[in-house]
């Protein structure tokens, strides 16, 4: 039923350029008991609990996920509690939902307009940025951008930049 893989932090693991990469060092995402999954203390808590994520654990939130900080190779904004936040408002399904547009939005960006050295910036701006805001980045970019992919990618930047500094 869920396909793509999560933390159960919270972080979208399929949205991380760990994930999203080819070769050995790719990292099949927590919930599917990839890379971090196994010395992450939340993965285990909520494993052993058969919990599909922290924010629906009855003690969150607890002290390790007060603990946790942004990723070292990866700079998140800390968007696991604003996920969080949306499970416990929303729901689980809700919140994957959301996630399941980031990514399919995320898989057109780095398709149409990554330059080859744009990974890690669409994937932290793609788990960062409110979705309001990805909709409308992505809208106006597939309307409007045309160039070769050095172009492409310049031109992105500039529309993500005026998109996400008006909110």
């Not at 159960?8 to 991380?16: E, K, R, S, T, V």
């Not at 919930?31 to 919990?51: L, M, R, W």
């Not at 307009?113 to 809208?139: A, P, Q």
Request: glycine letters at 6%; proline letters at 2%.
């Amino acid at each position: 039923m869920y396909d793509l893989p999560y933390g159960y932090c919270g972080i979208m693991c399929a949205l991380c350029n760990r994930h999203i990469v080819n070769g050995n060092s790719a990292c099949s995402g927590c919930s599917q008991n990839g890379y971090y999954s196994e010395p992450c203390k939340i993965a285990k808590c909520c494993k052993e609990k058969n919990n599909l994520h922290c924010a629906l654990c009855k003690e969150f939130p607890c002290e390790k996920v007060k603990k946790i900080g942004d990723f070292s190779d990866l700079n998140t904004n800390e968007h696991y509690t604003k996920a969080c936040h949306c499970i416990l408002e929303n729901g689980f399904d809700i919140w994957y939902q959301e996630y399941e547009e980031r990514k399919n939005l995320l898989m057109t960006a780095l398709e149409k307009y990554n330059n080859g050295r744009m990974k890690r910036y669409l994937c932290e701006l793609f788990m960062r940025e409110d979705l309001v805001d990805l909709r409308e980045i992505m809208e106006v970019a597939n309307n409007d951008l045309i160039g070769t992919t050095k172009e492409l990618s310049t031109q992105f930047k500039s529309i993500v930049n005026s998109i996400v500094k008006t909110r």
